[in-house]
C-alpha cells in the first residue's frame, strides 16, 4: 500500500471515502471497520518500526564489513576481474585488454563516442555482452579505481528507510579505502592522468553552490582551423 505507516492509512482513508473495503486476511481485519481501524494503525507503525530497525541493523552491518579489507564487499567484481570463492579478484585477460584500450584512446585524446564507435565497429561486446556500447559504460570504466588495484569503498550509499534511494556520496558518508587489493590492470600514472584529462574535458562543472552545471562552452578533441 505504501512505503510507510502514513502512506498506507492514507490509502485506505481514501478507499474508505469511496466505501472500499481492504480485507487483511491474515490478522482478519476489515479497513471499513471504526474499531479494525485503530489496530490497523498499530499494526502499520510496529511494521515500520520494524522495518526502519532491520535497515539500520543492514546499515551497521556494513559499516563493520568494511573495517575488513578481506571482506566480500571490497571484492565485487567489475569488468575485467572475476570474483573467486575465496574473495579474491583475478584478471579476466580478454576483458582487461579492452580495458586497457579503452584507457589509452582516452588518454591519446580520442572521446567517449569516438571511442564507443570504435569499440562496436570490431565487434567488442559489452560487459553485459551487447553490441552497441552507452558511452555511461565506457565513463564508468575510466573512473573506477578498481583497475589499478586500489577499492573504493561507499562511492554510493542507500538512503535511510522509508526513502531506500541510492545516494552518489559527495561526503556525506564516511569512505574506505584498500590500497593494493588485487593485481591492478591499469598503472595508477595512467589512470591519474586520464581523470585530470577527465576534468578538463568535461562539459560539466560544480558552481559556488554545490550544484552541477553545464559550461558554457564543450571541449572538442578536434582542433579549431
Given at each position: 500500500?505504501?512505503?510507510?505507516?502514513?502512506?498506507?492509512?492514507?490509502?485506505?482513508?481514501?478507499?474508505?471515502?469511496?466505501?472500499?473495503?481492504?480485507?487483511?486476511?491474515?490478522e482478519n481485519l476489515h479497513s471499513l471497520s471504526p474499531d479494525d481501524?485503530?489496530?490497523?494503525?498499530?499494526?502499520?507503525?510496529?511494521?515500520?518500526?520494524?522495518?526502519?530497525?532491520?535497515?539500520?541493523?543492514?546499515?551497521?552491518?556494513?559499516?563493520?564489513?568494511?573495517?575488513?579489507?578481506?571482506?566480500?564487499?571490497?571484492?565485487r567484481p567489475c569488468f575485467g576481474y572475476h570474483r573467486t570463492e575465496?574473495?579474491?579478484?583475478?584478471?579476466?585477460?580478454?576483458?582487461?585488454a579492452i580495458v586497457r584500450r579503452i584507457f589509452s584512446m582516452y588518454?591519446?585524446?580520442?572521446?567517449?563516442?569516438?571511442?564507443?564507435?570504435?569499440?562496436?565497429?570490431?565487434?567488442?561486446?559489452?560487459?553485459?555482452?551487447?553490441?552497441?556500447?552507452?558511452?555511461?559504460?565506457?565513463?564508468?570504466?575510466?573512473?573506477?579505481?578498481?583497475?589499478?588495484?586500489?577499492?573504493?569503498?561507499?562511492?554510493?550509499?542507500?538512503?535511510?528507510?522509508?526513502?531506500?534511494?541510492?545516494?552518489?556520496?559527495?561526503?556525506?558518508?564516511?569512505?574506505?579505502?584498500?590500497?593494493?587489493?588485487?593485481?591492478?590492470?591499469?598503472?595508477?600514472?595512467?589512470?591519474?592522468?586520464?581523470?585530470?584529462?577527465?576534468?578538463?574535458?568535461?562539459?560539466?562543472?560544480?558552481?559556488?553552490?554545490?550544484?552541477?552545471?553545464?559550461?558554457?562552452?564543450?571541449?572538442?578533441?578536434?582542433?579549431?582551423?
Amino acid at each position: 500500500f505504501g512505503r510507510n505507516a502514513l502512506d498506507t492509512l492514507n490509502i485506505l482513508r481514501d478507499l474508505r471515502q469511496r466505501h472500499i473495503d481492504v480485507f487483511f486476511e491474515n490478522e482478519n481485519l476489515h479497513s471499513l471497520s471504526p474499531d479494525d481501524e485503530v489496530l490497523i494503525t498499530i499494526l502499520e507503525a510496529y511494521a515500520q518500526a520494524e522495518n526502519t530497525n532491520r535497515s539500520e541493523n543492514t546499515r551497521w552491518g556494513i559499516k563493520r564489513s568494511t573495517e575488513n579489507p578481506n571482506a566480500a564487499i571490497y571484492a565485487r567484481p567489475c569488468f575485467g576481474y572475476h570474483r573467486t570463492e575465496s574473495n579474491d579478484l583475478i584478471i579476466v585477460e580478454e576483458e582487461a585488454a579492452i580495458v586497457r584500450r579503452i584507457f589509452s584512446m582516452y588518454i591519446k585524446g580520442a572521446s567517449v563516442v569516438s571511442i564507443k564507435r570504435a569499440l562496436e565497429d570490431d565487434g567488442i561486446k559489452t560487459p553485459s555482452g551487447r553490441d552497441t556500447w552507452a558511452v555511461l559504460t565506457i565513463q564508468k570504466i575510466l573512473r573506477n579505481e578498481k583497475y589499478t588495484g586500489d577499492v573504493l569503498v561507499y562511492k554510493t550509499f542507500m538512503d535511510e528507510y522509508p526513502s531506500g534511494a541510492r545516494i552518489r556520496n559527495d561526503g556525506q558518508h564516511e569512505q574506505f579505502l584498500a590500497r593494493n587489493h588485487h593485481v591492478a590492470i591499469i598503472d595508477k600514472e595512467l589512470f591519474d592522468a586520464v581523470q585530470a584529462a577527465r576534468l578538463v574535458r568535461t562539459n560539466v562543472t560544480v558552481d559556488e553552490d554545490g550544484n552541477r552545471v553545464r559550461k558554457s562552452t564543450k571541449y572538442s578533441s578536434k582542433r579549431k582551423s
